[in-house]
């Protein structure tokens, strides 16, 4: 009886045994599955693999597979997904310095993707003095980068300053570029809607939203040209009562389309000047490593 028992033990160990390499197999084959899918541009198809690797793997034997994860997530602009599951490989990843110091700067990406500088700030003060140390220049590329998307213009070109990549030729540049920035987030909003108060439809031309300048120009000047019309083949009360409501409402909704147009071209500008920040300090350390 007990030798058959311990035979039964012994078959039961062997099947668990082969389950477990056939599962191990397949969840190989997955991950090599949902590599091609993001390979051919199929972000979301490959997410699916990804999180059913990780769902049966509760060992998590495959720290990577997690940050595949956030990745996917982030290219499909879930952010919020995404440093969940950054923060779960963080955990996962926290004996291996280099890993984990990867792994924080990109959380800090995603964070700024996010609009969360103070976030973002907050994480990079986390890093360890010898992950500075060994790479000076990713820490103050990021400071850096953090303070102008905060608006601290002055504190950022201090930062830049410190890459060992910067040289004269770039400080020109980059003061240029600040000097745009700073007179880019002064920009008074009050202005384009005076201008559409005198004259409809022209704050929304002066800042690139041309049709919609040209249609509020001519909706409010056909409702002018249709109550002058009534009250010359009616009378003025009729004018006053059934065109001039209207009137109103188109003249003081073009006002406020002006306000918007230029917080609009002001949000557009800031983004331009700062891709041109970093594609300054990109070519720079381009020109640098040669």
């Not at 899918?37 to 699916?48: E, F, H, Q, R, Y």
């Not at 031309?205 to 002018?224: C, K, R, T, Y």
């Not at 009250?231 to 009562?241: G, M, Q, Y």
Request: some cysteine; charged content about 20%; overall charge positive.
């Amino acid at each position: 009886m007990t030798n058959y028992i311990n035979t039964l033990c012994l078959l039961l160990c062997i099947l668990l045994s082969s389950s477990g390499q056939v599962i191990c197999q397949h969840h190989k084959s997955d991950i090599t599955y949902a590599h091609q899918l993001c390979d051919n541009g199929n972000t979301k198809a490959a997410l699916k693999e990804y999180l059913k690797v990780y769902f049966y793997d509760r060992d998590n034997s495959n720290p990577q597979v997690v940050a595949h994860i956030s990745d996917a997530f982030a290219d499909l602009n879930e952010l919020d997904n995404a440093l969940r599951y950054n923060r779960i490989y963080l955990k996962q990843i926290a004996n291996d310095k280099k890993a984990e110091a990867n792994a924080k700067y990109k959380r800090i990406q995603l964070l700024l993707k996010a609009q969360k500088t103070k976030s973002a700030l907050s994480q990079l003060y986390t890093m360890d003095n010898d992950i500075i140390v060994s790479d000076p220049d990713r820490y103050y590329y990021y400071l850096g980068t953090i303070l102008l998307q905060d608006k601290k213009l002055e504190p950022s070109m201090t930062a830049f300053k410190q890459l060992t990549y910067y040289s004269t030729a770039d400080t020109t540049a980059l003061l240029s570029l600040l000097d745009n920035l700073k007179k880019n987030n002064n920009k008074n909003h009050k202005t384009a809607r005076l201008l559409s108060t005198i004259v409809p439809g022209t704050g929304q031309a002066v800042n690139g939203e041309v049709q919609d300048g040209i249609n509020s120009a001519l909706i409010n000047g056909s409702m002018i040209a249709l109550f002058f019309y009534v009250k010359s083949n009616l009378t003025l009360i009729d004018a006053i009562v059934s065109v001039a409501p209207w009137f109103g409402r188109f003249y003081i909704g073009g006002m406020g389309n002006a306000l918007e147009a230029s917080k609009r071209k002001q949000l557009s500008k800031d983004k331009e000047l700062r891709n041109e920040v970093n594609r300054l300090l990109r070519n720079a350390k381009s020109a640098y490593e040669k």
